[in-house]
């Protein structure tokens, strides 16, 4: 059956199951309302009605992704006489939040590309380079041309580099056959992964699902295609001869306890299996064999589809840098390359005039799109501020939010901070810890809008 066809089927019947037309008429339209004025929750430093600050200061900002662009819009409405300076190599830009439903055949490829240039100021210069080296002691930044870039001002906002190398026989244009999936790795292979878990769904079997041992962005993502693909072997009828795996790299299914214990719950519930410690090393497309870590060794688990997620770090340009945390102060976040910033101002701690955003930012939490929108009022107000003379009292407080699809037609609305605190955007109207309908319209309908006013500045 086409996925179109099953999604219609699944929305025709939890509108006219009882109690979800007026669950979905009040609730659906009061947070969809909330969603589409305020993105998420409402963040910190919110542009408000105050004159431009007069400035001849140089901004250098590395990465034209959400952060980046997030970042250049507010700028450019709070400064005036900026010359702000925008690079980044890549033509697209991706909807990452998107690649899920790619992936699970809810949308097309096509729904999470456009274009960086569609996104830039007026009056920001958007340099089609890589970044080569950051000269932090100089203040430039160079491009691979050759190009220095001085700055008064540096945001860095590259994201993050996904080390599929670093998984032994990994092979990304396999990606898609021999019941190999990974959504990751761009919106065509998410994609292939669609048509390769499609596949395994028809058939049933063995599926295999793991996150790796690194920091990641939004790791929710594991869990909800774990979900997904459970979902499916159950609406196609081969859930009853089939076998769904889930490798944790740790002892816990989620950061957040609360929510690692109802995923747990949920998993047990519809059967997955779980296996903690479990971090995947190598892989045999041919025989369709992974090999795991354990704390006793090797274990090799055989599948008929496996959703793969690479380990991922900080792009080289910015490990091979003075930017990275230092192994004495954290020495796993310095193996991995994030950036040493405050977590509360998202500065640099040795560089005051560099800020960190987004998914190299070394902070707790806070590598997902929705961090993004909290993150970037709270570093341009910090700016803005040193540039005025004054100070600033925002904080960036770990808000994350994740909403973790739970099956076709239901999501639970996950928002929490650095304390592991839930911090629910909609009190009274959504339960962050139930499968409702009107977090999977958030998810499927409301997000990508309230994505797009943020990296115009306006969200």
């Given at each position: 059956?086409?996925?179109?066809?099953e999604?219609?089927?699944?929305?025709?019947?939890?509108?006219q199951?009882?109690g979800?037309r007026?669950s979905?008429?009040?609730?659906?339209?009061?947070a969809?309302g909330g969603m589409?004025a305020?993105g998420y929750?409402?963040?910190p430093?919110?542009?408000?009605t105050q004159?431009?600050v007069?400035?001849?200061?140089?901004?250098?900002i590395?990465?034209?992704g959400a952060?980046?662009?997030?970042a250049?819009?507010?700028l450019?409405?709070?400064?005036?006489?900026?010359?702000?300076?925008?690079?980044d190599a890549?033509?697209?830009?991706?909807?990452q939040?998107g690649?899920?439903?790619?992936g699970?055949?809810?949308?097309?490829a096509?729904?999470?590309?456009?274009r960086?240039?569609d996104?830039?100021?007026?009056?920001v210069?958007?340099?089609?380079?890589h970044?080569?080296e950051?000269?932090?002691?100089?203040?430039?930044?160079?491009?691979d041309?050759g190009?220095?870039?001085?700055?008064d001002f540096?945001?860095?906002a590259?994201g993050?580099?996904?080390?599929?190398?670093?998984i032994e026989?990994?092979?990304i244009?396999?990606i898609?056959?021999?019941?190999?999936?990974?959504?990751?790795?761009g919106?065509?292979?998410a994609?292939?992964?669609w048509?390769?878990?499609?596949?395994f769904?028809d058939?049933?079997g063995?599926?295999?699902f793991?996150?790796p041992?690194?920091?990641?962005?939004?790791?929710?993502?594991p869990?909800?295609?774990?979900?997904l693909?459970e979902?499916?072997?159950t609406?196609r009828?081969?859930?009853?001869?089939s076998?769904?795996?889930?490798?944790?790299n740790?002892?816990?299914l989620?950061?957040v306890?609360?929510v690692?214990?109802?995923?747990?719950?949920?998993?047990q519930?519809?059967?997955?299996a779980?296996?903690?410690?479990?971090?995947?090393?190598?892989?045999?497309?041919?025989?369709?064999?992974a090999?795991?870590?354990t704390?006793?060794?090797?274990?090799e688990q055989?599948y008929?589809?496996i959703h793969?997620?690479p380990?991922m770090?900080a792009?080289?340009?910015?490990?091979?840098s003075?930017?990275p945390?230092?192994?004495?102060?954290?020495k796993a976040w310095?193996?991995?390359g994030?950036?040493?910033?405050?977590k509360g101002?998202?500065?640099?701690?040795?560089?005051p005039n560099?800020?960190?955003l987004?998914?190299?930012?070394?902070?707790?939490k806070?590598k997902t799109a929705a961090?993004?929108?909290?993150?970037?009022?709270v570093?341009?107000?910090?700016?803005v501020?040193?540039?005025a003379g004054?100070s600033?009292?925002?904080?960036?407080?770990?808000?994350?939010s994740?909403?973790?699809?739970?099956?076709?037609?239901q999501?639970?609305?996950?928002?929490?901070?650095y304390?592991n605190?839930?911090?629910p955007?909609f009190?009274?109207?959504i339960?962050?810890l139930?499968?409702?309908?009107v977090?999977?319209?958030m998810?499927?309908?409301?997000?990508k809008p309230?994505y797009?006013?943020?990296?115009?500045?306006?969200?």
């Open positions: 059956m086409p996925a179109s066809t999604h219609s089927q699944i929305l025709d019947s939890l509108l199951a009882p979800h007026r979905f008429l009040q609730a659906g339209l009061t969809l589409a305020a929750a409402a963040s430093a919110q542009a408000a004159p431009k007069a400035t001849q200061a140089r901004i250098v590395a990465g034209a952060a980046g662009l997030a250049a819009a507010r450019s409405a709070a400064l005036d006489g900026a010359r702000i300076t925008l690079i890549r033509a697209e830009h991706y909807y939040p690649f899920t439903l790619v699970a055949g809810i949308k097309p096509g729904y999470v590309v456009s960086t240039a996104y830039v100021p007026a009056g210069q958007l340099v089609t380079e970044v080569a950051f000269d932090v002691e100089g203040n430039q930044v160079v491009t041309s190009t220095r870039h001085p700055y540096l945001i860095v590259t993050l580099q996904l080390e599929y190398s670093e026989g990994m092979d244009r396999l898609g056959q021999n019941g190999m999936g990974s959504i990751y790795a919106p065509q292979a994609e292939a992964t048509r390769a878990m499609s596949a769904a058939q049933g063995r599926g295999v793991l996150r041992a690194t920091e990641m962005k939004c790791a929710g993502a869990l909800k295609y774990t979900f693909t979902d499916y072997l609406r009828g081969t859930r009853g001869k076998k769904v795996i889930y490798n944790s740790n002892k816990v989620f950061s306890p609360i690692s214990e109802k995923v747990r719950m949920l998993y519930e519809r059967g997955i779980v296996n903690y410690d479990r971090v995947l090393r190598a892989i045999d497309p041919g025989k369709r064999v090999t795991f870590a704390p006793d060794g090797t274990e055989p008929d589809f793969i997620i380990p770090r792009p080289a340009v910015v490990r091979n003075p930017l945390w230092p192994a004495d102060k954290n310095a193996a991995e994030w950036m040493e910033v405050d101002t998202l500065r640099h701690v040795r560089y560099v800020f960190g987004g998914d190299i930012a070394g902070v707790p806070g961090s993004v929108k909290w993150q970037v009022p570093a341009v107000d910090h700016l501020a040193q540039i004054r600033s009292s925002t904080l960036y407080t770990g808000y994350t994740c909403p973790l699809i739970t099956r076709l037609g999501a639970m609305l996950v928002e929490f901070d304390q605190n839930l911090t955007s009190p009274g109207v339960a962050p139930e499968e409702l309908w977090s999977w319209v998810k499927t309908m409301a997000l309230t797009i006013s943020m990296l115009r500045g306006v969200a």
